[in-house]
């Protein structure tokens, strides 16, 4: 095992993130296996530095693999992906030091296996396998991610008074800009000029319009935020995480665009900070890219509003007294009605809606 070479993974009730290996050596000892739960600061296994990987002793491997024998070793992240598609951990061949399977070997096997067969070849032919014997059931321990969520979103249906208003946005203006401003974006800025950017700056836009939307409920005071940190949802390799753009209101749209980009690549990865999910006063979840029409999206304790984006489809709508296509897209802001009232929330949509459509309002620093 070389230095920074992952260990293993550890698990939070918000973050999963590898450990690297401080020192090239190899893994003597597990204190704990998979699944056990470790306090901060805890150990839970022994290094012996200095060894090579090619002088390790056979069974120095067995704890790092988790398997017997001369399979291959499998880094604890590739046995994870492995594991959710259902595949061994024979299933992927490593690229990694001494053959070892990495999370990118894991996730281009996973890859392989649900490619489409090349064109003018014929899929194999196959028949349903007999169910085997046994359960008809599995259980499965609820990661520590997965628990803190379901407690948040009880949280939030339990503690706050909870309405959702909606609307719907002509997505012509945004789309047009995008097409005619996106090549020169892209040419100065380094990065792809996306639809959040615009959604991001229209709602920092609307929680100054409506500053109750940007509050908080503590006790019996509303706390006002005079600062706009805007959660983004996006999905990650444990579940749906809120990283944090922090003061969205000075951002210029392509800091936003690299920013979200970030979050998402590091996402995906599982290498996120525990700081940068913490502390936002608003979110946008955009359910659009899964193909949502529309939903009632869950605010994030303690927020007081949420902004949920669905897909863009082509509806006929009124134009000038003619019946036009247009890309509509439905909006969604559900909302702590303790504080927000509902003329403040249709407040807040039609400021968002005023934005979008006319993103010209919205200065573009191209």
């Given at each position: 095992?070389r230095r920074e070479?992952g260990?293993?993974?550890?698990?939070?009730?918000k973050?999963s993130f590898e450990l690297?290996a401080?020192a090239?050596?190899v893994?003597a000892k597990?204190?704990?296996?998979?699944?056990?739960?470790?306090l901060?600061?805890e150990v839970?296994?022994?290094?012996?530095a200095g060894?090579?990987?090619e002088?390790s002793p056979a069974?120095a491997?067995k704890p790092?693999?988790?398997?017997?024998?001369?399979?291959?070793?499998v880094?604890?992240?590739?046995?994870?992906?492995?594991a959710?598609?259902?595949?061994?951990a024979t299933?992927a061949k490593?690229t990694?030091p001494?053959?070892?399977?990495?999370?990118?070997?894991?996730?281009?096997?996973?890859?392989?296996?649900?490619?489409?067969p090349?064109a003018?070849?014929a899929?194999?032919?196959?028949t349903p396998?007999?169910?085997?014997?046994g359960e008809r059931?599995?259980?499965m321990?609820?990661?520590?991610?997965?628990?803190?969520?379901?407690e948040r979103?009880?949280?939030?249906q339990s503690r706050?008074a909870?309405?959702?208003?909606f609307?719907?946005i002509?997505?012509?203006?945004?789309?047009?800009a995008?097409?005619d401003l996106?090549?020169r974006?892209?040419e100065?800025?380094?990065?792809?000029?996306?639809?959040?950017?615009f959604?991001?700056?229209?709602?920092?836009?609307?929680l100054?319009?409506v500053?109750q939307?940007?509050a908080?409920v503590?006790?019996e005071e509303?706390?006002f935020?005079?600062?706009?940190?805007?959660?983004i949802?996006?999905?990650?390799?444990?579940g749906l995480?809120?990283?944090?753009i922090?003061d969205?209101?000075r951002l210029s749209f392509?800091?936003v665009?690299k920013?979200?980009a970030d979050?998402?690549a590091?996402?995906?990865?599982?290498r996120?900070?525990?700081a940068?999910l913490?502390?936002?006063t608003?979110?946008i979840?955009?359910?659009?890219?899964?193909g949502?029409?529309?939903s009632?999206?869950?605010?994030?304790p303690?927020q007081?509003g949420?902004?949920?984006?669905?897909?863009?489809?082509?509806r006929?709508v009124?134009?000038?007294?003619?019946?036009?296509l247009r890309?509509m897209?439905?909006?969604?802001?559900?909302y702590d009605h303790?504080?927000?009232?509902?003329r403040?929330?249709v407040?807040?949509l039609?400021?968002?809606?005023?934005c979008?459509?006319?993103p010209?309002r919205m200065?573009?620093?191209?």
């Amino acid at each position: 095992m070389r230095r920074e070479e992952g260990v293993l993974e550890i698990e939070t009730d918000k973050i999963s993130f590898e450990l690297p290996a401080p020192a090239d050596g190899v893994l003597a000892k597990l204190l704990k296996q998979a699944g056990e739960k470790a306090l901060v600061g805890e150990v839970v296994g022994y290094l012996e530095a200095g060894s090579s990987v090619e002088a390790s002793p056979a069974p120095a491997a067995k704890p790092e693999a988790g398997e017997p024998g001369d399979e291959p070793r499998v880094m604890p992240s590739a046995r994870r992906v492995l594991a959710e598609a259902g595949l061994p951990a024979t299933g992927a061949k490593g690229t990694g030091p001494g053959g070892r399977v990495l999370k990118e070997d894991a996730e281009r096997a996973v890859r392989d296996r649900v490619a489409p067969p090349a064109a003018g070849v014929a899929p194999p032919v196959s028949t349903p396998a007999p169910r085997p014997a046994g359960e008809r059931e599995e259980r499965m321990a609820m990661s520590p991610i997965r628990k803190r969520i379901a407690e948040r979103l009880l949280e939030a249906q339990s503690r706050a008074a909870l309405l959702t208003t909606f609307n719907e946005i002509d997505m012509s203006a945004v789309i047009a800009a995008r097409k005619d401003l996106g090549d020169r974006f892209r040419e100065k800025h380094g990065v792809k000029l996306g639809f959040m950017s615009f959604f991001v700056k229209a709602a920092v836009d609307a929680l100054k319009t409506v500053p109750q939307v940007n509050a908080r409920v503590e006790g019996e005071e509303i706390v006002f935020a005079n600062h706009y940190d805007v959660g983004i949802a996006v999905g990650g390799g444990r579940g749906l995480v809120v990283p944090v753009i922090r003061d969205a209101d000075r951002l210029s749209f392509a800091e936003v665009e690299k920013t979200i980009a970030d979050f998402a690549a590091r996402a995906e990865a599982n290498r996120l900070e525990l700081a940068e999910l913490t502390g936002g006063t608003f979110t946008i979840s955009n359910g659009g890219i899964y193909g949502s029409m529309l939903s009632t999206p869950i605010v994030n304790p303690p927020q007081s509003g949420i902004l949920g984006l669905h897909a863009i489809q082509d509806r006929p709508v009124g134009r000038d007294g003619q019946i036009v296509l247009r890309p509509m897209m439905y909006v969604a802001l559900t909302y702590d009605h303790r504080i927000v009232d509902g003329r403040e929330s249709v407040a807040f949509l039609r400021r968002v809606k005023d934005c979008i459509e006319d993103p010209a309002r919205m200065l573009l620093e191209i």
